[in-house]
């Protein structure tokens, strides 16, 4: 063999050394989503086995411990089967004519509110970003808003609910008018905004102090120093903050569209139901299993976040 060759064969051994550990780590990333799916589907399947395990076991008036139901009864009212419900939602939403099937109403009714929850969500993030980078430049202000917005989340939500909206229909700008919709994404973002303050807060002084003090060597300030080094090293900390963040804006939109009575939503659809449940006991779960989808898109829109930005997710931190 010839030199020529044998650097030939060095650049190609080499070249396929580098492409191995391009791809390896890629590969693992399909694999390990791949995973996290059927991980997922498995606990829902074992979850509706359990459903069906207590309910062909269990009493039908419950475990009782010292006058206090424990565990609920396990009749076909109170816990209809799995079955059931699914071909519920294959059904028309009720007798009337021209009643569109269940499925459908859910969907459109879990558009509404992800719609609203988004809307919150986006405020939510946006608060709670200015307000961790505030507290972060001064300390001063960290020592005197970090103890309210801790306190804020003590307020009972049902309470807040109907006073937003109050306060909300006596605002008057020109030919603006406060919608009831938008006291509902008052409130979710009141949720929101609380994760992702504490949890940005968290990664803008995660840097090292010698990596702040190599940025104060070479004269950067504190803007460049927020772009380049403090934004960056937040990501691992932000990002399970936003899946909360959107968690709770779900929550948030669920349960004031219950206090404030808005209707188009889950939440209202949900309450609707409910007294429809003595004659049609798998009809209230429609709307629950909405619940579901709506806090599962929501989660995958800050997953698909995490995709862009995977360069700087070097470990997450539980928020």
Known sequence: MTVSEALKTVDAGSVGTVTD?????????????????????????????????????????????????VLPR??????PHVWDMIARLFEPVSSIAGAPPMWLAVLQASAFSLGIAAVGWVV???????????????????????????LSQTVPLIAIAPLVRRWGAQIHLGTFEW???????????YLAFFPVSIGALRGLNSP?????????????GWWSTLVRLRLPASVPYLLPA???GAASAVIGTVVAEV?????????????????????????????IFGAVLVGLLAAGFVSLIGVFLRRYRRGEVPA
């Open 179 to 189: 919608e009831p919709w938008m006291s509902v994404a008052v409130i979710a973002s």
């Open 124 to 150: 939510g993030v946006l608060v709670g970003g200015l307000l961790a980078v505030l507290m972060q430049r001064f300390i001063t202000a960290e020592a005197a808003v970090l103890p309210w917005i801790i």
């Open 21 to 69: 550990v391009v791809e390896a780590p890629r590969a693992r990333r399909h694999s390990g989503a791949g995973r996290r799916v059927l991980l997922g589907a498995l606990g829902v399947v074992i979850l509706a086995a359990v459903w069906e395990l207590y309910k062909a076991l269990g009493p039908a008036d419950g475990v009782v411990i010292g006058g206090i139901t």
């Open 208 to 220: 090292d102090t010698n990596h702040v003090e190599l940025m104060r060597s070479y004269a950067a």
């Open 242 to 244: 936003l899946r909360l």
């Open 74 to 79: 396990t009749t076909d009212l109170a816990m």
């Open 259 to 287: 206090s404030i009575g808005l209707r188009g939503g889950i939440g209202r659809m949900v309450v609707e139901f409910a007294a429809a449940a003595g004659g049609d006991p798998a009809k209230p779960w429609a709307p």
